[in-house]
């Protein structure tokens, strides 16, 4: 069977908006894929943040027993004065340390969703774009086969 010009025009036509769909899927999924592995680097970063204000915590948990095993042993009272203040001052910088570990953790993880949202919207503009330039392409073909336009010609420039 043998196609005509107008035939043969559509044909490619239809290939070129089926590439055009194919290939602004693929940039599509490829945003997808990149948000949802900045989503994982997020939730791990915030799980790293976690364990680490959890480490810092026990240190100055065991600094504070430390401090007051300390005095006690030296026969001070510790529940009055001085070693009080220092307790609350360790118990204060702990708590101060465990507050910007988390912080930075969430800072960090936000930063991360943050790429992944700019990753799936870049993707998703670029499928859109490069459907949309596959389907002028194929309808500018549709048009010309429709005014007797040699494919050959049109697909190389020769006459």
Avoid: C, H
Avoid at 4 to 29: D, P
Avoid at 106 to 132: D, W
Wanted: charged share 15%.
């Amino acid at each position: 069977m043998q196609l005509n010009n107008t035939q043969s025009m559509n044909a490619f036509a239809g290939m070129g908006a089926l590439s055009a769909l194919i290939s602004g899927g693929a940039q599509f999924m490829g945003g997808q894929q990149q948000r949802g592995a900045y989503g994982y680097n997020a939730a791990i970063t915030r799980q790293n943040a976690a364990e680490k204000a959890e480490v810092s915590s026990d240190k100055y948990t065991a600094l504070i027993g430390k401090e007051r095993s300390l005095y006690a042993k030296a026969g001070v009272d510790i529940s009055s004065g001085s070693p009080l203040l220092v307790a609350m001052d360790t118990a204060s910088k702990g708590a101060e340390e465990e507050g910007r570990i988390t912080s930075a953790g969430k800072e960090e993880a936000s930063l991360e969703e943050f790429y992944g949202r700019q990753a799936a919207f870049s993707g998703t503009m670029g499928g859109v774009g490069t459907f949309l330039s596959g389907l002028s392409k194929a309808g500018m073909m549709t048009s010309m086969a429709g005014r007797g336009v040699d494919p050959l010609v049109m697909a190389t420039g020769w006459s």
